[in-house]
């Protein structure tokens, strides 16, 4: 469509944006996404910045610092998480190292680009590996020392993101407890937490639940849809998907070790839409019923039954289909977009959108609320 054809439709967009923009606005505000990059056919990240912004994410969660990521992000608005992998933890103790990550991986973009969190490791007290448990609060603790030395701490924050595996019980949620073998790391871990108002950090995935016994679990309590709930005998808060659950577990556990001053954010969740024989669940109707229903509770800034008042910071896992990803067949169909940029399925966030490498204008026909929104994207 050419863009004189275009402009005759600037009216019913200005309509549009009223309902359908305000929407957007709010899931961009409460949601972001993880990019990981385990792939040999995806676009560049200048495509992907247009990507992001047609869908008006504004936070990004990486798995390393990326420079060519970070480069074409600048000025875009967009907040980052950046990651120091599990490789590197040992070498973080250092002060001096830590400060040259810092110096080589963060102080350079941002003038530009908005990196607002440095996770150290990832999902490090569930790896079995002691060296790197015992390891993981004196990094933190010296990339954090390396923050305030460069005058860098006020713009950037430290966590590490750990799985929700390191749970012992968690129903009821009231009841959550970390795993005996994990909690001599964790308490340490959250009084530092505490110390730098620093959020802690849970991948949970209701799917893996759901997997391990799709007999005694509700599909609809993991999908977010119409279900009975389950009660909390203890509080009688009822619950109505385990997400929620899961958090309020967290939380729990938190409190059991002394600490309600720590904020709970999700930092992957998500549901493949495609898997092996035996991976029960993973379906591209049931990948789209979740991650739809998962925006559609964040865009009306809930809390849980626990924490009402407090909304849930989530980023969903993930943004591509990531095809070198080893294990199993789930693992490499996260994704909500294929490498091309069209949508895997579609979760609310257009109908229509694809990524080109030559330099055209590409249309998207956005249908909310029964108005048709035209957008144009230059892609490059």
């Keep these: 469509m050419a863009v004189a054809t275009f402009s005759r439709f600037a009216c019913c967009l200005a309509l549009g944006v009223l309902f359908s923009g305000q929407i957007l ?11 990981g990059q385990i792939a040999n056919n995806l676009p560049s990240p200048t495509s992907v910045v247009k990507l992001l912004q047609s869908i008006n994410i504004s936070r990004v969660k990486l798995y390393d610092a990326d420079p060519k990521v970070l480069t074409a992000f600048g ?53 079995g590996d002691t060296v790197l448990m015992q390891n993981l609060l004196p990094a933190m603790q010296s990339v954090y020392q390396a923050l305030v030395a460069l005058g860098l701490d006020k713009q950037v924050n430290i966590s590490s993101a750990h799985s929700v595996a390191i ?10 407890s970390f795993r005996e073998d994990v909690a001599e790391y964790i308490h340490p871990l959250l009084n530092f937490h505490s110390e730098i108002n620093s959020p802690f950090l849970i991948n949970a995935y209701p799917f893996f639940a759901y997997k391990g016994n799709p007999n005694g679990v509700s599909l609809e309590y993991v999908l977010f849809q119409d279900n009975p709930g389950v009660i909390d005998p203890n509080t009688n808060l009822t619950y109505d998907n385990m997400l929620y659950a ?38 591209l109707e049931n990948a789209a019923t979740y991650n739809r229903n998962l925006l559609r509770r964040i865009a009306m800034n809930q809390g849980t039954p626990m924490k009402p008042t407090v909304p849930i910071n989530v980023h969903v896992f993930a943004l591509f289909n990531e095809d070198l990803k080893p294990g199993a067949a789930s693992e490499r169909n996260y994704g909500l977009f294929y490498p091309d940029g069209t949508p895997v399925y579609d979760i609310g966030f257009q109908d229509h959108l694809l990524l080109s490498s030559s330099s055209s204008a590409k249309l998207m026909a956005w249908s909310r609320f029964g108005i048709l929104i035209f957008a144009m994207v230059m892609m490059t």
């Design 25 to 35: 606005q709010t899931l961009g505000a409460g949601v972001g996404i993880n990019y």
């Design 75 to 127: 000025n875009s608005g967009v907040e980052f998480i950046i990651a120091i992998g599990n490789e590197n933890i040992l070498n973080m103790t250092d002060l001096t190292k830590a400060q040259e990550w810092l110096k080589q991986n963060v102080q350079p973009y941002l003038h530009q680009t908005q990196i607002t969190c440095v996770t150290v490791g990832n999902e490090v007290l569930t790896t």
């Design 167 to 176: 749970l012992g019980n968690s129903y009821p949620p009231s009841s959550g």
């Design 246 to 283: 899961q958090i309020d577990s967290v939380y729990a556990a938190i409190k059991a070790m002394g600490h309600t001053d720590i904020d709970v954010a999700i930092s992957e969740t998500g549901w493949p839409s495609k898997g092996d024989p035996d991976e029960t669940g993973a379906t």
